[in-house]
């Protein structure tokens, strides 16, 4: 079991390991002392996980409560948000509740903000169950639902008081989604990271796993820590995240995050290296990496169909725009630039 502590404006513990997941009831007492849990999830995780988290509560003597939501992006929405807001004041829940988000991405976004919003903010414990909530969404305090407009703009920022990785929760994840999560400790490897970049790359996963999510938190952590407002370095964290946000849109979400970050990525590294951005050409080591986790390589859009997405993009404010590109692999820079440019990039 590892610990990573984070100070941000908030300090919590990240607990990483098996059986974590059981540490919740003396957790929560010690955090927290006499209070009501609501945890939510969606119908997927529910199936998995859920029973044996209210038995765990249950011979606590924690009384808690469970709100489940259909799976998937499409309840990232103010609607199910306003629902969830709805239960805790139907079964009289206090701002000194707990709320835990038991599930991957959607699950701790949506939850994350009704946290911060019910009463003005109650407690919040995050239970990432999948690889993608682990190494990125659950740590660092970003929360959001979309609006039809685009991805995550109607949010705020709300750090947890404690996060609780129980890998083992990981063996029930699909491959897919497994891969989807890769995608993202890939990019931890190439903004921080050479060492665990070659790890990653050379498959050794299942033996590494605790101490790869140990890391990909750690670097987390030190980016958050330093930028917590998303203002300056914790764009780094972005690495092929600008171009992803557009390649979802253009799919309809059809195509996941991490199979639109691992695409993003590949574009980005090979923009930045025809333009003398980069030290070391990076993209072909980036594409192995991403073959040896079973990850896309090519998007199925052309540049400029991506860049009409990113132009309504939240991350282009002022016809300005910051990409993060590779000096190296282990090492990024961001580099602020008029949209124009970016669209002459992208050429
Ligand atoms: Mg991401």
Known sequence: MNIVKVNASKKYDVIIGSKTASLLPEKINELF???????????TVAGLHLDSLKNELNRNHIINEAFVFPHGENSKCPEVLFELLEFLATKHFSRKDVIVALGGGVTGDLTGLAAALYMRGMHLVQMPTTLLAMVDSSVGGKTAVNLKAGKNLAGVFNQPELVLCDTDMLSTLPAEY??????????????????LFDVVKNG?????????????????????????????????????HTLAHSIEKESNFTISHGNAVAMGMVIISEIAWKNGMSVERCQDEIVDALLEN????????????????????????SGRISIVVPEKIGSCNIIDIPLAEFRELLK
Not at 181 to 194: C, N, P, R, S, T
Not at 204 to 220: D, G, Q, Y
């Open 178 to 195: 497994f891969a989807e999560g890769m995608a993202e400790v890939i990019k931890y490897g190439v903004i921080a990271d050479k060492e």
């Open 33 to 43: 002392g006499n209070v009501k849990v609501c945890i939510v999830t969606d119908d």
């Open 204 to 240: 050794s996963i299942e033996e590494n796993l605790e101490a790869i999510i140990t890391r990909c938190v750690a670097i987390k952590r030190d980016v958050v820590g330093e930028d917590e407002f998303d203002t300056g370095k914790r764009q780094l964290l972005n690495f092929g």
């Open 294 to 317: 079973n990850l896309p390589i090519a998007c199925p859009y052309k540049n400029s169909e991506l860049y009409y997405a990113t132009e309504n993009d939240k991350k282009s404010a």
